[in-house]
T-cell receptor
């Protein structure tokens, strides 16, 4: 079975500093997509960043970047220059070939002033 | 960008009533929509996959007679919680599949359901 694991239930970071959220997954598929979603207190699901497995280059979106290690099945999210608005639940997700999104347990990130 | 509208955003009702939640893709056609349930500070749990013109596919442990799903058109899926009880209180989120592998699902804003 495909699984996604986020081992950090809660994290905190000072405003303007950098934080890394970890995610590991398990699959036998060779090509797939990985995503990080942000869910603020409003509970909207917001796509933060995506990574295609066959691309070796790590995806970057402004202050957000990933460290994708395919062999280790690791997909961590780095948030640089953290802002108060980054406070949210963050979910790592794997898109399988059946079309389903498999979510991790989530990491609750608090950015402190 | 693609927009998915979910309605209502919040509903409170008495135990024993049925509640219908709508999920609409506003600017694209979605042959597949998904329904999730989320408890506070927990992850999204997939309940079922809604396929236009055919029966929904339910995940293991989800009561199909309790959670009725209808996907009658390419832009609308509905979830009906039948004879709702307090334990059905939760946050329900739908998503629509645009068929694009790099952004497979667009999410609605969710429905907070409270059963008294």
């Amino acid at each position: 079975a495909q699984t996604v694991t986020q081992s950090q239930p809660e994290m905190s970071v000072q405003e303007a500093e950098t934080v890394t959220l970890s995610c590991t997954y398990d699959t036998s598929e060779s090509n797939y997509y990985l995503f990080w979603y942000k869910q603020p207190p409003s509970r909207q699901m917001i796509l933060v960043i995506r990574q295609e497995a066959y691309k070796q280059q790590n995806a970057t979106e402004n202050r957000f970047s990933v460290n994708f290690q395919k062999a280790a099945k690791s997909f961590s999210l780095k948030i640089s220059d953290s802002q108060l608005g980054d406070t949210a639940m963050y979910f790592c997700a794997f898109h399988n070939q059946g079309g389903k999104l498999i979510f991790g347990q989530g990491t609750e990130l608090s950015v402190k002033p | 960008g693609a927009v998915v509208s979910q309605h209502p955003s919040w509903v409170i009702c008495k135990s024993g009533t049925s509640v219908k939640i709508e999920c609409r893709s506003l600017d694209f056609q979605a042959t597949t929509m998904f329904w999730y349930r989320q408890f506070p500070k927990q992850s999204l749990m997939l309940m079922a996959t809604s396929n236009e013109g055919s029966k929904a596919t339910y995940e293991q442990g989800v009561e199909k007679d309790k959670f009725l799903i209808n996907h009658a058109s390419l832009t609308l899926s509905t979830l009906t919680v039948t004879s709702a009880h307090p334990e059905d209180s939760s946050f329900y989120i739908c998503s629509a599949d645009r068929g694009s592998a790099n952004q497979p699902q667009h999410f609605g804003d969710g429905t907070r359901l409270s059963i008294l």
